[in-house]
């Protein structure tokens, strides 16, 4: 079963470089150039797990990731930007992200971008399976 990664970056470079970091992975890969495109698969419930930039078609991850979750409450999001304010990663955390990534500039970084995707596919498998449990019982 393949398992869908949505890639939001207002960075071509880096969208394209995530992409086929991932792509020899066993994901498909979906890049997002619009909200539209984001909304659309997030409304869907096909994606289940989002690498989303600082900033993305003009809106920041700040006002997304409200939006992102109310679509999809099941989403997991991974943030990956350049900042590391922790003031600001807090913020983020408590909005509901699943992880705080910085953009991987080396084998070290992707390695640890992979582990957190891996990661991040097994929880929300998990989540998924013990709120359709929870579900059923009512």
Known sequence: MMRLLLIADKDTNTREQVAEMFAADEYQVITAESVDVVLHD???????????GSEFDDLSAGKLIPLLKKCNKHLTIILVTD???????????????????????NRRDREELRQVV?????????RRWSTTISENRS
Request: glycine share 2%; hydrophobic share 40%.
């Open 83 to 105: 900042e590391e304010s922790l003031p600001l990663i807090r913020k983020f955390r408590k909005e509901g992200i699943f992880y705080h990534a910085l953009k991987p500039v």
């Open 118 to 126: 891996r990661c991040a596919f097994e929880n929300s498998s998990e």
């Open 42 to 52: 997030i409304l869907k419930k096909n994606a289940r797990v989002i690498l989303l």
